[in-house]
């Protein structure tokens, strides 16, 4: 849905309305003059060719382009805008549709709603350092640009700002950038891949809704909101790493994400909207953390290779039909007491499922529970160790490779997570090294060393080389683990 209707006015009406009685000429340019600037407010919409705006007229620097002051000149095929140039308005250039070539000048510094709409024949535009606002709908429909490159200097990505730029393949935005606006990247469905850098905040509603060919996220770790239908019909979205800063993940977050085989979700989400996950038709196991409290009506809906759910403590309500018509879903494990449970939660789901609860939770009856084939489990801690966050390790397999190193240089430290995924106390979590070279491996102790059922801590493991050549140890992670205790990994690095 197209949020800047209020560019789909008549090119013609909207340079009437910029070009006030009393405005001065120069060459083809209509420009009004305060004294001491010039703003360039109109250009005839049937010049054809290139333009180029000059920085300065009658002695004074050109500084503004008004608001749609080049709107519909259709024939125009490239524009430079002068280095004098600090503002870009409204809808400047919008149905530009001719226009291939565009450079901006290094001292503009807002780019206001719309400028670029509808650019539909630009390729490729550099964006100077300078620029700190990009609007809403400033390239909305530029359906032919490939790349862009937002600087680091640029705080906001306004609503829509680069929506159906279908061919849009690559995108790289700056470390300044603290917010992208609902629908911002909505149906680029030539991008693949997205970076958010730990600046970021918010994912607005639909940013990046129709994104047909994007088949990896990074989201950073600052941000908090992942918007409502944040990633709808990603189709080829196969994997999901949610930071821990996360604290909510909107209504149709992933919704239709076909494609999506893993999804991480940290232990500071607290809400998970309706339809989050609705037919993530290859998620094949979810683990909802002890912080999450609500789980919308519909949020895994339709999960057609969904085997196993477990639930965190915290969950005290689910909504109807969030795990329905899942028809290879054969358990879900409650960590805490029963919670609310909507009409039909688990229906449709395999023939062999039931519900699973640590003895004693209250709520819970035997041998079924809200009409469900229920069994309660004893009480067992089970440890496990991702590196990195959704990479889970194998005990004595796992074998962490730190790369070469300078001797006496260190390495920047890999962050292990540990995850009690049982249903007892995960306690006397410790870790000791050894090996050839265990001095050269420097390992932080657990932040916790007791993990209650579906609670994680972490700890850190950097290289930093005594000698050169091959260097080779392993740390044990003690515990209480029935099976796995101690929990190990080898470690290698190359010192030079």
Excluded at 134 to 149: D, P
Aim: net charge neutral.
């Amino acid at each position: 849905m197209n949020l800047i209707k209020h560019l789909h006015i008549l090119p013609l009406v909207l340079c009437l309305l910029a070009n006030p009685l009393s405005a001065a000429t120069f060459g083809n340019f209509t420009y009004d003059d305060n004294g001491t600037a010039i703003s360039i407010i109109q250009y005839p919409y049937t010049a054809i060719g290139a333009v180029v705006i000059p920085a300065t007229i009658a002695g004074k620097p050109v500084i503004s382009i008004g608001d749609g002051a080049f709107s519909g000149c259709s024939a125009l095929t490239s524009v430079t805008i002068p280095n004098s140039i600090t503002y870009i308005g409204n809808g400047a250039f919008t149905n530009c549709t001719a226009m291939t070539s565009l450079t901006i000048g290094s001292n503009v510094t807002t780019i206001a709603s719309g400028a670029f709409h509808n650019c539909s024949s630009l390729t490729s535009v550099t964006l100077p350092n300078s620029v700190t606002s990009l609007a809403g709908g400033v390239f909305e429909y530029c359906s032919s640009l490939t790349s862009m490159t937002i600087p680091n200097g640029v705080i906001s990505i306004g609503d829509g700002a680069f929506y159906d730029c279908s061919s849009l393949t690559t995108v790289t935005i700056g470390s300044g950038v603290t917010s992208i606006g609902d629908t911002a990247f909505f149906g680029c469905d030539s991008l693949t891949s997205v970076t958010l850098p730990n600046s970021v905040t918010t994912i607005g509603n639909n940013a990046f809704s129709y994104c047909g060919s994007l088949t990896s996220v990074i989201i950073g770790n600052g941000v908090t909101t992942i918007g409502n239908g944040a990633f709808y019909r990603c189709n080829y979205l196969a994997r999901v790493t949610i930071p821990n800063s996360v604290t909510q993940i909107g209504y149709q977050a992933f919704y239709y994400c076909a494609s999506l085989t893993s999804v991480t979700i940290p232990n500071s989400v607290t809400y998970i909207g309706y339809d989050a996950f609705y037919n993530c038709a290859l998620l094949t196991s979810v683990t909802i953390p002890n912080s999450v409290t609500f789980i919308g009506y519909e949020a895994f809906r339709s999960c057609d290779a969904l085997t196993r759910v477990t639930l965190g403590s915290g969950v005290t309500s689910i909504g109807y039909n969030a795990f329905s018509d899942c028809p290879l879903l054969m358990e879900a494990t409650f960590l805490g007491k029963a919670p609310i449970l909507g009409n039909q939660g688990f229906f449709n789901t395999s023939s062999s499922f039931k519900v699973y609860f640590i003895q004693g939770s209250a709520g819970f009856t035997t041998p079924t529970w809200q009409g469900y084939p229920s069994v309660a489990l004893p009480k067992v801690p089970d440890i496990a160790i991702q590196q990195p966050v959704g990479s889970n390790l194998v005990d004595g397999v796992a074998k962490k490779k730190f790369g070469s190193k300078a001797v006496g240089s260190s390495t920047v430290a890999k962050s292990y997570t540990i995850s009690n995924v049982g249903t007892g106390s995960l306690t006397g979590l410790v870790i000791t090294k050894d090996g050839t070279s265990a001095g050269d491996f420097i390992v932080t102790a657990p932040i916790k060393t007791t993990l209650a059922p579906g609670e994680t801590t972490t700890f850190t493991v950097k290289f930093k080389p005594t000698a050169t050549g091959t260097r080779n140890a392993a740390i044990h992670i003690g515990c209480n683990d029935p099976d796995e205790n101690p929990f190990d990994i080898k470690l290698a690095g190359l010192g030079t």
